[in-house]
């Protein structure tokens, strides 16, 4: 089993930056990839961005150049740098490892509005 605790989500304003994270504990010997989804209203959950042990990454086209995936595998914690904040990324989003079949944290809300 693998906890997945996020934290850093908030109500911020079109253009502004938040920082999320996500610290996991228990087996994380198994953990491989780590990553980002989010949910909005209404809509499908989605990925964001995922990483693996070594430090690839990927991003979904409309978070390229805008959202930063990191982590540090010493502290087993996943980190998701969003600039440029737009309303439409307005949603709930959670923290991920080892793919959609595996642990999932409880969400963190973004707002973004003015």
């Not at 911020?12 to 491989?32: E, T, Y």
């Amino acid at each position: 089993q693998v906890q997945l605790v996020e934290s850093g989500g908030g109500l911020v304003q079109p253009g502004g930056s938040l920082r999320l994270s996500c610290a996991a504990s228990g087996n994380v010997f198994s953990i491989s990839v780590m990553g980002w989804y989010r949910q909005a209203p209404g809509k499908q959950r989605e990925q964001v961005a995922v990483i693996t042990r070594g430090g690839i990454t990927r991003y979904a086209n409309s978070e390229k150049g805008r959202f930063t995936i990191s982590r540090d595998n010493s502290k087993n914690t996943v980190y998701l740098q969003m600039n440029s904040l737009k309303p439409e990324d307005t949603a709930n989003y959670y923290c991920n490892v080892n793919g959609v079949l595996g642990y999932w944290g409880q969400g963190t809300q973004v707002t973004v509005s003015s």
